[in-house]
């Protein structure tokens, strides 16, 4: 069964940088897409980031794009969110999600495995 494990959240200034890490257990991981999701406080969980298996083009939320990059290590299995530039506004937690051979729409129901999430707090 797929477990995936998120950590690398925390607390930083407005501006400041942070990388998230999702590690799968899982032999074959080059065969799912993972993508990174995020609830703020009293909001709905919504899509932040996702890359594919087999190379293909990366997915951002405009919200995020230009900030954010994210990557994958599949001899480890690991998937990186790296943040710059961050704001209030990305306080939230974070949560890693997997789907084999799953397609790179960043809606919740596209993805049935799920880490428990990393906090990610943006203040001065």
């Known amino acids: 069964q797929l477990q995936l494990v998120e950590s690398g959240g925390g607390t930083v200034q407005p501006g400041g940088s942070l990388r998230l890490t999702c590690v799968a257990s899982?032999?074959?991981?080059?065969?799912?897409?993972i993508a990174w999701f995020r609830q703020a406080p009293g909001k709905g969980r919504e899509g932040v980031s996702c890359?594919?298996?087999?190379?293909?083009?990366?997915n951002y939320a405009d919200s995020v794009k230009d900030r954010f990059t994210v990557s994958r290590d599949n001899a480890r299995n690991t998937v990186y969110l790296e943040m710059n530039r961050l704001k209030p506004e990305d306080t939230a937690v974070y949560y890693c999600?997997?789907?084999?051979?799953?397609?790179?729409?960043?809606?919740?129901?596209?993805?049935?495995?799920w880490g428990q999430g990393t906090q990610v707090t943006v203040s001065s």
């Open positions: 890359i594919p298996n087999f190379g293909g083009s990366t």
């Open positions: 999600a997997a789907e084999w051979f799953g397609s790179c729409h960043l809606t919740n129901s596209n993805f049935r495995s």
């Open positions: 899982i032999v074959n991981f080059r065969d799912y897409t």
